[in-house]
């Protein structure tokens, strides 16, 4: 055991220094004999990716940048819908191309370079976290903006030819639904507002819209915001072939209002703005009811996400207290459920 | 057995400690669980309170639902109640069924996350 543990130590401190010295070697490449890197800090300890900040200065010019990499730089998938670290920098580059606003992308690294898997991209400037994008007075003239430009970012990524892109995996809503129960039924924890919103969600499935390229987690805390309004769509791992109509609803998920749910798109906005804006930027015509389907889908998911959660530490895999409380969150989705649902009987 | 501290009294105890003297001396991931730990004697104080009355009357609702016969647990019923629904015997038309699902569901949501902005919009049905 406690040798076990000083090889993990080891590990954790060979990759922090395996990083700086693959840096320098880049920046030199990248920048001339002058670009020496600075400042390097690991930002996030996700169990799928390492993001760390970084500086490279070259004569006068400082860089700010960003590292997205694998951990230990070998590419372990999440799970079976993450897509690995050179495809997400592919998708970066097709979505600045057609327009969306994303963070440049300044270099790539392949799995098995002393790198690993990994790639780097522009530290865009602006604030990420709901609750001050909703609540901060910085904010007060982007949030009226915000729908039009999610909805403008979102016919953009939707545009983007399929012959562009790597493959993909593809997932519509049916297949979706089927893949969220078998988790739900796989932790046996039976809660009956899911079991009637997958019952609901099974007879009013709509038809699909043609296949396009879907962000797959398209909300509050993956965008960043300034004073101006949208700056960049980011992390783009669970990207697929599947309904355009996924991510419109994905954001409008009460979950991700942060309490201001009068504002069904992000808490932020109305979605006919957004809507609006998306069909004017060659997007399909879309109403707010064939939202109706996909939020509740999307409620439901992210419910038996939260489930998911509280099963790792029902099984003992990550005994933390945050892991058991979020499975007193469930139960937020399930009123968002039923108070959809209520809503939708009624409507017929 | 004895009340006083109350089971009550000791959590709120703990809860007070974690806020006014742990977690002040705390920072990074350490001060974020250390919140965490304090919601959650917040969630088992409400729990303790508030969950007998709402789950007789939850019983009592389910075993309506369900037609079961004799007295059986909460747990027994929600799982033929899940049951019921799966196979179509009941959906969001059955009388009761959507009430009964958002009376359980508030009650829920008032001992997990009493701020949640869903829980504002949901009006109790009338019983």
Not at chain 1, 139 to 164: M, N, T, W, Y
Request: with cysteine.
């Amino acid at each position: 055991m406690a040798r076990l543990l000083f090889l993990a130590i080891v590990a954790k401190m060979g990759s922090a220094d395996q990083i700086e010295t693959a840096l320098g070697d880049w920046a030199k490449a990248t920048f001339g004999p002058h670009g020496a890197v600075s400042g390097l800090q690991r930002l996030s300890g996700g169990a799928s990716q390492e993001t760390w900040a970084f500086e490279v200065h070259a004569g006068n010019d400082e860089n700010r940048l960003i590292l997205r990499r694998a951990p230990g730089g070998v590419s372990v998938a999440r799970s079976s819908e993450a897509i690995g670290l050179g495809i997400e920098a592919k998708l970066l580059e097709r979505a600045a191309l057609a327009g969306v606003p994303v963070p440049p992308v300044e270099g790539v690294f392949a799995a098995g370079s002393d790198m690993g898997e990994a790639f780097i991209m522009r530290r865009i400037a602006g604030e990420t976290l709901g609750r001050r994008i909703l609540r901060d007075a910085a904010f007060v003239e982007a949030r009226p903006k915000l729908a039009a430009q999610c909805g403008r970012a979102l016919a953009g990524i939707h545009s983007i030819d399929r012959k562009d892109l790597p493959d993909l995996p593809s997932s519509d809503g049916l297949s979706q639904l089927e893949k969220y129960e078998a988790i739900y039924r796989g932790v046996d924890l039976p809660r009956p507002v899911f079991e009637l919103a997958m019952s609901w969600l099974k007879r009013h499935a709509p038809e699909p819209l043609p296949t396009v390229l879907v962000h797959g987690d398209f909300r509050l805390g993956n965008l960043i915001v300034d004073e101006s309004g949208l700056v960049s769509v980011l992390d783009w791992e669970l990207a697929h072939f599947g309904d355009p109509r996924e991510d419109i609803a994905w954001v409008c998920v009460n979950s991700w209002r942060f309490g201001h749910r009068d504002k069904r798109v992000g808490g932020f906005g109305d979605l006919p703005d957004l809507l609006d804006a998306y069909s004017a930027a060659g997007g399909p015509m879309i109403r707010p009811r064939d939202i109706d389907w996909w939020e509740t889908l999307g409620s439901l998911k992210w419910g038996i996400m939260c489930m998911i959660m509280y099963q790792s530490y029902r099984s003992g895999s990550d005994p933390s207290v945050e892991r058991a409380a979020i499975g007193r969150r469930v139960s937020e989705t399930e009123i968002d459920l039923v108070n959809l649902l209520e809503r939708l009987s009624a409507d017929v | 057995m004895y009340d006083g501290p109350s089971t009550v009294e000791l959590i709120e105890a703990v809860k007070r400690f974690i806020d006014e003297r742990a977690a002040p001396e705390l920072s990074g991931h350490a001060a974020f669980h250390a919140r965490v730990a304090s919601n959650v004697l917040g969630t088992v104080i409400r729990e303790l309170q508030q969950r007998p009355a709402a789950e007789a009357k939850e019983q009592d609702r389910l075993m309506a639902l369900t037609g079961a016969g004799d007295e059986q647990d909460v747990a027994s019923l929600n799982r033929r109640l899940c049951e019921l629904i799966r196979e179509g015997a009941l959906d969001e038309r059955s009388p009761g069924l959507l009430a009964h699902l958002k009376s359980t569901t508030i009650d829920q949501l008032s001992v997990d996350q009493p701020n949640y902005s869903g829980l504002a919009q949901a009006v109790p049905p009338q019983a």
